[in-house]
Nanobody
Framework: QVQLVESGGGLVQAGGSLRLSCAAS??????????MGWYRQAPGKQRELVAV???????NYAESVKGRFTISRDDGRNTVNLQMNSLEVEDTAVYYC?????????WGQGTQVTVSS
């Protein structure tokens, strides 16, 4: 089993910045993690991809965050970060860290990001 622990959420005004961090720990499966990234879920909406990064550095961003959010990953420390700039009210959601091997998917407990107008 792999545990994902998120940190860095909070309340920020529109136009501000936040940085989310996620650390993975646990079993030998941690060495089989291929993608790490972030999803979010706003009230009344489905969970959606925000940004993911594969081993080797390939990234995928939601259109709504391109140019504002940046994902980074440190495989030596088993961490993934999300730098969020120019935050908008529409970015308000619970953000979940995600890690996947070829056959398993792991989720963190979620961290709240609230952007006020």
């Amino acid at each position: 089993q792999v545990q994902l622990v998120e940190s860095g959420g909070g309340l920020v005004q529109a136009g501000g910045s936040l940085r989310l961090s996620c650390a993975a720990s646990g079993s030998r499966n941690i060495f089989s993690i291929y993608t790490m990234g972030w999803y979010r879920q706003a009230p009344g909406k489905q969970r959606e991809l925000v940004a993911v990064m594969a081993k080797g550095g390939t990234t995928n961003y939601a259109e709504s965050v391109k140019g504002r959010f940046t994902i980074s990953r440190d495989d030596g420390r088993n961490t993934v970060n999300l730098q969020m700039n120019s935050l908008e009210v529409e970015d308000t959601a619970v953000y979940y860290c995600n890690a996947a091997t070829w056959s398993l998917v792991y989720w963190g407990q979620g961290t709240q990001v609230t952007v006020s107008s």
